[in-house]
């Protein structure tokens, strides 16, 4: 079983900067493959980034040079560095993972995953 908790949302206003962490519990992080989805008010919940266990990134094309995924699997921590926010990022932010022994791969796909945190709001306003 997997424990995962995000922090670090907020209110910020565009062009600003957010880092989310998310700790993770009950199993090394460096087994799995590990991603970031956002929920909108009304919209389904759509993949931002993800990092495979052998560093392979994919991110949303939205998001492309303004988020940055990184873990620290020491710490089984992972992390999603977000700049130049704009409006349209503000929305539930989750943190997933699915362990991947065979193949590393990691997908955008939140159907792929199978634990989840809880969420953590981020807002961009002015």
């Known amino acids: 079983q997997l424990l995962l908790v995000e922090s670090g949302g907020g209110l910020v206003q565009p062009g600003e900067s957010l880092r989310l962490s998310c700790a993770v519990s009950?199993?090394?992080?460096?087994?799995?493959?590990i991603g970031w989805f956002r929920q909108a008010p009304g919209k389904e919940r759509e993949g931002i980034s993800c990092?495979?266990?052998?560093?392979?990134?994919n991110y949303r094309d939205s998001v492309k040079g303004r988020f940055t995924i990184s873990r620290d699997n020491a710490k089984d921590m992972m992390y999603l560095e977000m700049n130049s926010l704009k409006p349209e990022d503000t929305g539930v932010y989750y943190c997933?993972?699915?362990?991947?022994?065979?193949?590393?791969?990691?997908?955008?796909?939140?159907?792929?995953?199978?634990?989840w945190g809880q969420g953590t709001q981020v807002t961009v306003s002015s």
């Open positions: 990092l495979s266990t052998d560093d392979n990134t």
């Open positions: 997933a993972a699915r362990l991947t022994p065979v193949l590393p791969m990691c997908n955008l796909d939140p159907r792929w995953y199978a634990w």
């Open positions: 009950g199993s090394p992080l460096g087994e799995f493959a």
